[in-house]
């Protein structure tokens, strides 16, 4: 019988080739089913994890809307402004902004830290995250768009001059919701300026602090402090005091015939005692019995004993003289005694002021000449014996 054609089903050959475009398939097939089912955690999630871990010293946010920890989820975005200060290679710190997506609670906290990013050649790499910042809300930096300002000091030293560290954000309090997944720039200290920028306040001031004060401090006040007063403390009295020089004696050698059982005083004065002044005894207003008849000497019996006089001025509203004389009964013929004289102007209580001296010698000039006036002379007394 004749052939038909040549068959290949006995040839090794191509059956080994068949098994190895069948194991090919199968091959391509375990792969992309292996893609298909391979859990999301076995990819690389990068430097700080997307936001999901905490700082290197366990430290996480706690940021809540209405109280709520995974409505804060997405709550803010880091800004690529990041600034790096170094000395040499060592960083000092970094200074940068992130925007509030969301409003947050007042008083909730949102903590920052620092990464290595891949191919960092942080060292030690294991410091870089222990540098963390936290940032407290207050009214007046928790509304949605609020941009903030922080700073992450270094106080875990590391250096870094290639690969670059990043800012990320610690995961939120419930260790599940990320504020968010966003970074800084990538700053090397290569890239770092030499020195520290200035920080900026986190909330500018409403007011800026050289606005000059409405009103000069210097202004001159409006009523001088020095004014004078407008009645000079030392006016002097409408009425110039009364002057004059009293002495006081008691049982005088001449004068009026003093009562048996009584005593006498006598007041003598440089002006008209018994015209134009008041006497008092013990508080009793007298009468002076006029001796001389001139008005200067006046005489008024009293019982023996201590007695207070008082010589006031003729309006009888002050006290121009006052002692306290010791008054012996003049009947027994005792002589009295005598005051000394004593200036007005002077002090009071019988004492004599050293400048009515003038005063006492012109009283005692004019009694001698009224003595002389009035005494008869030899030859007047020959002509009537």
């Not at 504020?179 to 770092?192: D, Y």
């Not at 210097?218 to 005091?241: A, D, E, M, N, V």
């Not at 007695?307 to 003289?321: E, P």
């Not at 400048?355 to 007047?380: E, K, Y």
């Amino acid at each position: 019988m004749p052939s038909r054609g040549t068959s290949h089903f006995g040839n090794p050959s191509v059956r080994r080739d068949g098994r190895l475009r069948i194991a090919g398939w199968l091959a391509a097939g375990s792969m992309v089913l292996l893609g298909i089912i391979a859990p999301a955690s076995a990819l690389a999630a990068g430097p700080g994890n997307n936001g999901l871990d905490p700082t290197g010293n366990g430290t996480k946010s706690n940021a809540t809307v209405n109280g709520s920890l995974a409505d804060a989820g997405g709550s803010a975005t880091l800004n690529a402004d990041g600034v790096m200060s170094c000395d040499g290679t060592s960083v000092g710190s970094i200074g940068g902004t992130f925007t509030l997506n969301t409003t947050l609670d007042v008083g909730s906290k949102i903590t920052i830290y620092l990464v290595p990013n891949n191919g960092s050649n942080a060292s030690p790499a294991g410091n870089v995250p222990l540098n963390e910042s936290t940032i407290t809300l207050t009214g007046a930096n928790n509304t949605s768009g609020t941009v903030i300002h922080y700073t992450v000091n270094v106080t875990s030293p590391f250096t870094t001059t290639s690969g670059g560290v990043l800012v990320v954000f610690a995961v939120n309090d419930d260790g599940t919701t990320a504020i968010s997944s966003s970074k800084s720039n990538s700053l090397n200290c290569t890239e770092a300026p030499s020195a520290p920028p200035s920080t900026p306040p986190s909330t500018p001031p409403s007011t800026p602090p050289s606005t000059p004060p409405s009103t000069p401090p210097s202004t001159p006040p409006s009523t001088p402090p020095s004014t004078p007063p407008s009645t000079p403390p030392s006016t002097p009295p409408s009425t110039p005091p009364e002057v004059g020089t009293f002495s006081v004696a008691t049982c005088p050698v001449t004068g009026l015939p003093v009562p048996v059982g009584q005593s006498a005083i006598s007041i003598k004065g440089s002006i008209l005692v018994i015209a134009l002044l008041h006497v008092r005894v013990d508080g009793v207003l007298v009468t002076l019995q006029d001796v001389l008849g001139n008005g200067t000497v006046g005489e008024v019996f009293v019982t023996p004993g201590s007695h207070h006089v008082t010589i006031s001025n003729a309006a009888d509203d002050a006290v121009l003289f006052e002692t306290t004389v010791n008054c012996p009964d003049c009947s027994g013929g005792v002589l009295g005694e005598t005051a000394p004289p004593t200036d007005v102007a002077g002090t009071t209580g019988g004492n004599v002021s050293g400048g009515s001296m003038l005063l006492i010698l012109m009283g005692l000039a004019g009694l001698i000449l009224t003595t002389a006036f009035v005494a008869p002379t030899r030859a007047s007394r020959r002509k009537r014996q």
